[in-house]
């Protein structure tokens, strides 16, 4: 299975539905992965990219102490399938006794990544999927790859709402 590497490049509020996303993109900035989250995790990967930690253990600050005192390390998170929606991630995690993989829900895993600085991977059947932008076709939709490019440049929480995904 191909996966691409991608990086959490934004954490907003469409204010529209008033829910949390989570932006990822790939390193060539060719494709974007738009991911609906909860608020608590939205505050998690906010603080985790910001190496913010809290005075009281939030699960994801508890995973990472747990998963480090068994002598493990978190060494990638990897979004595996999307089916009717719904996305799945696996952990791969390395232990004394081995590599081991874990079923993880995408967001609570893409905060524990940030934490533990591991890659975030994303399998191209989810690229292909998602409706993932790739901006060097010629045109996408009706607009011309450099109009959306233009579009995703000058994008601001103001523009949720205003284009639909």
Known sequence: MKFFEMKVAAVLIDPEKASPLV??????EKNVLPLCIGGMEAASM?????????????PWELMTKV??????????????????????????????????TVDARPA???????RCEAP???????????????????????????????????FSTEDFGKYKM
């Open 23 to 28: 932006i990822l993109k790939d390193s060539e």
């Open 46 to 58: 906010l603080m985790g990219a910001e190496n913010i930690r809290p005075e009281i253990s939030t």
């Open 67 to 100: 998963i480090s005192s068994l002598g493990g390390e978190v060494k990638k998170v990897s979004i595996v399938d999307v089916k009717d929606g719904t996305y799945y991630s696996e952990l791969s995690l390395h232990t004394k006794d081995g590599e081991v």
């Open 108 to 114: 609570d895993a893409i905060a524990l990544a940030l």
């Open 120 to 154: 975030i991977l994303v399998s191209e059947s989810v690229v292909k999927s998602s409706r993932i932008v790739d901006f060097t076709s010629e045109s996408i939709g009706t607009l011309s790859a450099d109009e959306l490019t233009g579009i995703l440049e000058n």
